[in-house]
C-alpha cells in the first residue's frame, strides 16, 4: 500500500533555531517527491520537487534531501522565523498511467519569540 | 496574478442540501483537481480533470460530481450533503504530466449539520 509517514507530528523550536522534518514512504512506482508549506487557513504551497537522481534541492532557508535507496526525505529549516509557522507536508509522486500524489499527514511546526 | 481561486471560502449546509463549490485558474493549467482535507489525514484526491473534456474518480468521489467546464473551471457538486462531507475542500491545477507543480487554492471550509 502506498503510504508516506511524517515524523514528527507536531514540533516547537524558538526563533533562530535550526530544526529537520522528516519523511519515510512506501510509494512505487517512485516519481517525485514534493515538500509542500500550508499556513493555517491557506492551501498547500510548493516548497521543493525532486526526482529519482537528485539528493538535494534548496529553496532559501529550506533545503530538501532525498534517499530513494532507503525511501527517506528530509526538509532542514535553517534559522527559523515565526513566519515559518506552518505545517509541513510530504508529498510523493507515483506515476503509472497518470501521477497519483500520495500525502502525508503533515508535521505541525511552531516557531516562538 | 490570482493563480486557483476558490469559492465560496466558508459555507454552512443543512443535511441533504446541495451545493456547488466553485474553482478557476488562470495560468493555463490543462489539469485540474479537487481534494478534501480532514484532521489528521493526508488530503485526498476526490476527483480530477487531466484536460478539457475529461473527468476521472480519484480516491473519495462518493457523494460528489464534478464538472469541466471549460479549461479555466473546475467545480465540484454536493447534491444531497451528509455530516461526513464535512472538511475543507482544495482546488489545485497542474500544467499536467509528472514534475510538474500543483498549484493550490486557499480552500472552502465547509460544515453539514
Known amino acids: 500500500k502506498n503510504q508516506v509517514e511524517q515524523s514528527p507530528q507536531s514540533l516547537i523550536i524558538l526563533e533562530g533555531k535550526n530544526c529537520t522534518l522528516q519523511?519515510?514512504?512506501?510509494?512505487?512506482?517512485?516519481?517525485?517527491l514534493r515538500w509542500y508549506k500550508q499556513d493555517t487557513g491557506r492551501g498547500p504551497v510548493s516548497l521543493t520537487i525532486?526526482?529519482?537522481?537528485?539528493n538535494t534541492k534548496s529553496n532559501g532557508r529550506y533545503t530538501a534531501t532525498l534517499d530513494a535507496d532507503t525511501k527517506q526525505s528530509s526538509l532542514h529549516i535553517t534559522a527559523s522565523q515565526l513566519s515559518d509557522s506552518a505545517s509541513y507536508i510530504c508529498v510523493v509522486s507515483a506515476i503509472t498511467i497518470e501521477e497519483k500524489l500520495v500525502f502525508g499527514k503533515g508535521t505541525k511546526l511552531t516557531v516562538n519569540p | 496574478n490570482a493563480g486557483v481561486t476558490q469559492t465560496p471560502k466558508f459555507q454552512v449546509l443543512k443535511t441533504g442540501q446541495s451545493m456547488t463549490l466553485q474553482c478557476a485558474q488562470d495560468?493555463?493549467?490543462?489539469?485540474m483537481y479537487w481534494y478534501r482535507q480532514d484532521p489528521g489525514m493526508g488530503l485526498r484526491l476526490i476527483y480530477y480533470?487531466?484536460?478539457?473534456?475529461?473527468?476521472d474518480k480519484g480516491e473519495v468521489p462518493n457523494g460528489y460530481n464534478v464538472s469541466r467546464l471549460n479549461k479555466r473551471e473546475f467545480s465540484l457538486r454536493l447534491e444531497s450533503a451528509a455530516p461526513s462531507q464535512t472538511s475543507v475542500y482544495f482546488c489545485?491545477?497542474?500544467?499536467?504530466?509528472?514534475?510538474?507543480?500543483?498549484?493550490f487554492g486557499s480552500g472552502t471550509r465547509l460544515t453539514v449539520v
Open positions: 495560468m493555463n493549467h490543462n489539469s
Open positions: 489545485a491545477s497542474s500544467v499536467g504530466g509528472k514534475n510538474y507543480g500543483y498549484t
Open positions: 525532486m526526482t529519482f537522481s537528485e
Open positions: 480533470s487531466a484536460s478539457e473534456g475529461t473527468t
Open positions: 519523511c519515510n514512504y512506501t510509494v512505487s512506482p517512485f516519481s517525485n
